[in-house]
């Protein structure tokens, strides 16, 4: 029975799947084979096991860390003045750069034993995310050394010799990192890059050394202008054949000291008006010692690999710390600039309009938070989730975006004047940076997130493919056919579950014990991610290999798994905080977003799939009644909002972190100003019982003249009034550089 099955089902099956399925180029066959799956993969399961994700517990620090976060990372906030590194020094000055050397900034992740700091990724996270509220170019400052880079690669690949030696220099600031990855020819497509080097003998320190003759030009490189330790990535040959028969031996990754000779480093790019270093670097006929290529010669030609595994980690912890910490920094500063900024006599929170991006903004807040916080958890544990660092990177930067957009837009002049008061304008400038580096979000999202996510996550399809491009094509056979069964009983349980959530809209789904009225939202989870998995079952059946040129459907879908991830983030965020009550407009706000988004994704990739009659075929069997999920009413919205324009255990949660600003400083003003208009919000209503609702003197003294408020009262409201009026000022300047 085995043998016919194979000849008249699994052979014509095993030809076609060679014909069908997408080709993988080497790049991104490693790019795929580094890191590993973890929730995205129960999402495209059909029937995530939440168990999974809620027993994890929240992230925690140790008092160790906590002490850090508490104590020179406060400090450093407080060194920092943001106006005079951006539109002054155009550096983060002497005194900054000794302290982050002292307080070991730059080796958080390093070991202990290696001098650093040996925090764990939450941590790092947390460092980062507070750095980032006071100071974009001191948060790059410290993100890059601690995320891709000589670093990271060394502590996973490199030789004990090569640990021993640069690892506790890196620690302490004797040696400045940046890593050359990007140049002129290859951005996001490594495969494109001519940065090259020989295999020959030169004459080193007086003797015949083997080595690498390299030539190469670098842009884009933080920390590249002042870095005195270059990890360089570049294309390696053999045409003499020193090494063995093959001429390309693949991308190398070397340590290179940057005063070597033929070096050139030191200018600098102005990315975006950012202070942070960057900048090219060039070399022309670098001599490279094989011992300087991380891990040693038997690493050659493994580079890629190398910098996918890194990526796969540090994608879900830099840029996403800084965006979050973006995100609750608008949050917090708008909501007290909404509170205390009055127009036609009443506070521009109450307008609806304002009400609704104040709900926005604290709703990216919120989701952005709890996906942080889940993604350093998985990492504390040891994960790699390649897939899920990328949703991270891309979601987390895109949503960094919209909420300084709603936060300047509610601002108006105070964020658009520049000067020291202004605590917008230089995050704003600095969000497109974000968005383009460590993978372009366009290209994240229509090729990474579901390209990688859809072979990665799935219970068999990789495997598939393996057995398709085996060689020996009779063991790729006996592989083929132990997967099919397995294989066509998934497709089936995938099939009856999707359309009997999709027909009932989720009303049957599961959801675990212990979540309250929360219950809904897990059954919705589990109603699209049953969806989704059949939709990518589907697409790859019908598309094969075209799917991976369909951009605009993997997207889409990627889309969808993204959402579901968010979500997720924020229903265990949500559970570990104890389900409070308080914070429910929150969740009810961001969840209505994602399904909503959701549904508008898929609804997409079936009015535009290319086979017409698969993509209506796919809506009814699925979302027979179409688009049923509403985002937020106007009075969740309401409810959402003024969460963040009153004092409150939630706003504290939410925008934890957050960096209060020195004495004097725009947020400073801003939030004394909140608290203060808070305080007094009886004697104000009193002041408009009598009509009176402007906050200036002359009111005030009409309230105490006909007996509206006392002596005491009238003090307290013109000091609320004095500190309001310094709070909405914007600088201006006699002259201008």
């Known amino acids: 029975m085995s043998d016919l099955r194979q000849k008249w089902i699994t052979a014509p099956l ?17 790019a795929m084979e580094a890191g590993e799956v973890w929730w995205d993969a129960q999402l495209l399961s059909g029937k995530p096991d939440w168990r999974q994700l809620l027993e994890m517990g929240p992230p925690k620090l140790s008092e160790a860390e906590q002490a850090f976060l508490d104590g020179p990372v406060e400090e450093l906030c407080r060194m920092v003045d943001d106006w005079k590194i951006t539109h002054e020094d155009y550096d983060i000055g002497p005194e900054i750069w000794d302290y982050l050397k002292e307080k070991r900034f730059f080796g958080i992740i390093i070991p202990e034993a290696y001098g650093g700091l040996g925090f764990s990724p939450t941590a790092h996270a947390q460092i980062v995310t507070k750095i980032s509220t006071r100071s974009t170019t001191v948060g790059v400052t410290v993100m890059v050394p601690n995320s891709l880079g000589p670093g990271e690669l060394l502590m996973a690949h490199g030789t004990e010799e090569q640990k021993n030696h640069f690892l506790p220099r890196l620690a302490d600031g004797r040696e400045i990192p940046c890593f050359g990855l990007t140049s002129p020819e290859a951005g996001s497509d490594a495969a494109s890059m001519v940065d090259n080097g020989v295999v020959c003998y030169e004459e080193y320190n007086g003797e015949r050394t083997l080595g690498i003759r390299a030539n190469w030009h670098k842009r884009y490189i933080t920390l590249g202008p002042v870095a005195t330790i ?19 031996l693949g991308i190398t990754v070397a340590l290179v000291p940057t005063d070597t000779p033929g070096v050139t480093i030191g200018q600098r790019h102005l990315p975006a008006m950012q202070a942070f270093q960057n900048g090219p670097n060039w070399g022309k006929d670098v001599f490279i010692p094989m011992e300087w290529i991380i891990g040693g010669q038997e690493n050659i030609g493994h580079g890629w690999h190398m910098l996918m595994s890194a990526l796969a980690a540090g994608r879900g912890i830099s840029l996403p710390s800084l965006s979050t910490g973006g995100a609750k920094m608008a949050a917090r500063t708008t909501g007290a600039y909404a509170a205390i900024r009055e127009q036609f006599g009443i506070p521009i929170g109450k307008f609806e309009g304002v009400q609704r991006r104040l709900a926005e903004i604290a709703s990216i807040a919120y989701v952005l938070d709890s996906a942080h916080k889940t993604t350093t958890r998985a990492l504390d544990q040891g994960r790699k989730p390649a897939v899920v660092s990328a949703i991270m990177k891309a979601h987390a930067t895109n949503g960094l975006r919209q909420a300084i957009n709603d936060a300047m837009d509610i601002h108006a002049g105070k964020a658009i004047m520049d000067g020291p008061l202004n605590y917008l304008g230089n995050v704003y400038r600095a969000v497109p940076v974000a968005i383009t580096v460590e993978g372009a979000n366009i290209l994240t999202r229509s090729l990474m997130i579901f390209g990688q996510g859809a072979i990665r996550c799935h219970p068999y399809l990789l495997q598939e493919m393996e057995a398709a491009t085996n060689p020996d094509r009779e063991e790729g056979l006996k592989q083929l056919d132990a997967l099919l069964p397995k294989h066509i009983l998934f497709q089936v349980k995938t099939f009856c579950r999707a359309v009997f959530h999709g027909w009932t809209g989720g009303l049957f789904a599961s959801s675990p014990k212990g979540v309250g009225n929360a219950a809904k939202y897990y059954r919705q989870i589990n109603r699209y991610s049953a969806v989704l998995t059949l939709v990518t079952e589907i ?18 879908l990627g889309d969808v798994l993204s959402e579901l991830y968010l979500m997720s983030a924020m229903l265990k965020r949500f559970y570990d905080d104890g389900s409070p009550d308080d914070d429910r407009p929150l969740l009810e706000f ?4 994602g399904m909503h988004n959701v549904e508008v994704s898929l609804l997409e990739v079936f009015h535009n799939f290319p086979m017409r009659f698969v993509g209506q075929l796919m809506q009814f069997l699925t979302m027979p009644w179409g688009h049923s999920i509403r985002t937020a009413s106007d009075r969740q919205a309401r409810a959402c909002a003024e969460l963040i324009m009153e004092p409150s255990k939630t706003r504290d949660r939410l925008t934890d972190g957050v960096f209060p600003g020195n004495e004097g400083d725009g947020i400073d003003l801003v939030e004394q100003a909140f608290l203060l208009s808070h305080d007094t919000a009886a004697i104000r209503a009193k002041m408009r019982k009598g009509g009176l609702r402007a906050l200036d003197d002359e009111a005030i003294e009409s309230a105490l003249a006909s007996k509206l408020i006392s002596e005491e009262e009238a003090e307290k409201i013109q000091r609320t009034a004095d500190m309001v009026n310094r709070a909405i000022q914007v600088d201006h300047f006699d002259k201008l550089k």
């Open 14 to 30: 095993l030809n076609w799947i060679k014909k069908v399925l997408p080709p993988i180029s080497d790049t991104e066959r490693e």
């Open 590 to 593: 961001a969840m209505r977003a």
């Open 230 to 248: 270059l990890g360089l990535a570049f294309k390696l040959y053999d045409p003499d054949h020193i090494l063995g028969e093959e001429e390309e």
């Open 539 to 556: 697409s790859l059946m019908s598309l094969g290999g075209a799917l991976k040129r369909k951009e605009l459907i993997s997207s889409r």
